[in-house]
């Protein structure tokens, strides 16, 4: 508390001015006191000496007259009296006693009553005897031992005047010196008193200056505060244009500097905010130790753990790659890594790229990391190499064949009139089928450019059905699947069903359905083909009794070269391209296709269609 008192500057100019103030009275006084002591006693002394100037030449004539011894006429005064009446007069006014010797120190004299006894004895006082001898006057403070007090003694020769150096007596005189130091001393005490409360009182002027002077410092360090906690309310008060007010006006301009810095700061982090968190990609920084200073919610989603997971962890914990890469080495990181994350979507594949984050002079202060969701594009790139190989390996087969049958033409078998039609024949089934999946390629190629576009017509569905179920009951009854237990039954809802559809395509769909329901039903079957509606959808279905889909391939049917029995669906002609472009048409339609399927009992192939029912009125 005292410290924090004393640390003040109020305090401490206080405490300046007055120890000024004191230090400049002690000087003053010192000076001053001493002046007048030495002015008080030269005055003093001086005065005495007037009067012992006088007393000499008062008395001078008398001791002449006496030494000589002269008849005195009967009126006048004997010497002695004469003396006694002289040094009377001196009695009082600060002298305390005078007497007056003859030459051989007999004591004519003396102004003090009470010694009045002494007068005719010879004085043994040493400075006398001194001053007559070598004939000078000694002056000097002596104590009166009885009353202990000095006293200023001043011993005197007298000489005649007619024969100068002639000493006929001498005159000692003893003032009281004393009352000069008790003035003196009466003086000090008053100084001293005066300046007690010039003390005080410069103490209070000094406690207003000092106060005047740091009201507005106080002000100031309360604003300052006020700014460094994010507070720019308030204002300093400017009195006037001295220094202070100067550095008062700083304070207010450096508040609203720091208040608008501050709030386009945060406008900007806040920008950077947004920015961040509705990025399709992940961001990480660190600082220079690779610890986690910032992180989006999409690094998170993508790492599949929490914000706080991740913020102040090692950025090498995070990422797993601890056992790839060290600290120094993520600083120097120039190429991309590539991370696998096993989430609730299945596993993702991350690309993360890396850049510095230097100061101006190249010093390096952390790292930021960009995550990058590459699933999907290394899916399609899976899918790419797969579909390469798939149409090269689809191509090569029916060429090695047809290949190996010309050889053999080649090498004689065409002069063979019962080998070489059946050889050709093969040739040219495989080069139908080669065309037909050229075809396909060619089909998809364009939906998938959207080059595909449909001629879209306003079809009776139910019409549509019946004359492909017509068609095929045609081709049943045909040479071809004589032998064949094929039955095709139907269960169309009994009513006009108007959808907007290519008919071309939609006739290509689900021939390529019922196709399959007869390819893969090779004991023959009933193929069931129903049609209902329902919520403004039209549900028609194609279940057949043939071999059925292994559960597993269930969902594959639908890509693109995938076939459960790759022999057989080839040995059919199929070019498993048939179910990939059903797919890609229903969608093409809005629609949807899936199919269920039990192993050795059948197949149902589903196609939803949204379908307008029209009123009646407006048909
Ligand atoms: P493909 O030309 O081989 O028939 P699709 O795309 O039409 O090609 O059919 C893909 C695969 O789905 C077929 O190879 C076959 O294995 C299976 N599949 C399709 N329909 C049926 C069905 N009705 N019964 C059993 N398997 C089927």
Redesign the pocket.
Known sequence: MIKRIMGSIKMKITVVIVLTFMFALQLIGANFITQTEKKLIGTFQSDRQMQMDFLKNSLSPILEEHTQEKKLPAHELTAQEEINQLLLDFSGSGITEVFVVDRNFVILGTSDNIQESTVGKISNDQDLRKSVIQGQQTAKQVIDQQLNARRWKIVSPVETKKQPGEIIGAIVMESDIETVYTQVSEITWMFLSSSFIAIILSGILANFVSSALTEPIKEMQLQTKKIADGNYSGEVTVYGHDDLSVLGMLINDLSNEVESAQKSVDAERRRLDSVLSNMTDGVIATNRRGKVVVANAMAAQLLNVERADLLDHDILDVLELNDQLELKDLFKQKRDVLIRRKTARGTVSLRISFALIQSNRGIINGTVCVLHDVTEQEQIEAERKEFVSNVSHELRTPLTSMRSYIEALIDGAWKDEELAPKFLEVAQSETDRMIRMIQDLLHLSRIDSGRSELDLEIIDMNQMLTQIIQRFRILLDSEEYKGKNYQIKEEIVDEIVFAEIDLDRMTQVID?IIN??I???PDGGTITVRMETMNQHVLMSIQ?E????PAEDLDK?FTRF????RAR?RA?G???????ISKEVIAQHGGQIWAK?IEEKG?T?YIDLPYIPFEDEEW
């Open positions: 390529n399959n329901a390819k893969y039903s057949d043939g071999m059925g889909i049917i995938y076939r459960v029995d669906s059919m199929g070019t498993g391209l048939g179910l990939a399927s197949t192939v």
